[in-house]
């Protein structure tokens, strides 16, 4: 029992730092950045594959020529991250840093989810997409933290049973032993009137004497 519990507890505290770098890495979509995992190397060396970088809402006005975007393809359904080359009648061209030439279809600002901020984390973003796509994976960490739980709680039982158990037998034998020394006063006073008993026996007998 005690080595499966160190063992859950080794794994647990190791999932616990999983969720930390997890909760890290969300925490600032409280603030409106919203992460997106880099799954090419049509960026690098601006984004490395598998980072993970943010993007904000702007203003159709606040954008430029030279600014990364995050914009969703018309053509595959994905969030891409590229570099406006220019801007023509309300069309934006993006390009690809590490790409010879610019993206087939340009797109509308309509399509567009913002603009990347200046911050990408390396390597990470393969951590987050493993997570993403292996829900089996994340209710066997929920499964570990429970066992956890349950095995922390069951111990702390288990002493506090042993303890408790403990105690009575100490309580018992307290018990045991304030009842031999009552015995031993409650003989000890029995002695005690018995001697009385035979003084006074002396002393009742002693007037009949004569002296000669």
């Known amino acids: ?73 018309e053509l595959s359904d994905k969030m891409i991250s590229h570099r406006i080359e220019s801007i023509e009648d309300g069309l934006y061209e993006t390009k690809g840093d590490a790409n010879n030439v610019p993206d087939a279809v340009k797109i509308r600002f309509s399509n567009i989810k913002g603009k990347d901020a200046k911050v990408s984390i390396p390597y990470v973003g393969y951590y987050i997409r493993f997570v993403n796509e292996h829900i089996i994976v994340v209710i066997m960490a929920v499964l570990i933290l429970v066992s956890e739980f349950l095995l922390s709680n069951l111990v702390d039982f288990d002493n506090k049973k042993k303890s408790g158990s403990k105690r009575e037998k100490k309580e018992d034998n307290s018990k045991e032993i304030t009842f031999n020394e009552k015995n031993k006063e409650v003989k000890k006073e029995d002695t005690t009137k018995e001697e009385v008993v035979e003084n006074e026996d002396i002393e009742i007998v002693l007037p009949k004497l004569k002296v000669k």
Not at 29 to 58: A, R
Request: aromatic share 16%; charged share 20%.
């Open 1 to 73: 029992m005690d080595i499966l519990k160190k063992v859950v507890h080794v794994v647990s505290f190791i999932i616990y730092f999983f969720i930390l770098i997890y909760g890290l890495i969300c925490l600032p979509c409280l603030f409106g950045f919203k992460p997106l995992v880099v799954l090419s190397g049509s960026m690098e060396p601006t984004f490395k594959t598998g980072s993970i970088i943010y993007y904000y809402k702007v203003n159709e006005d606040e954008l430029k020529e030279g600014d990364i975007i995050t914009f969703k393809s």
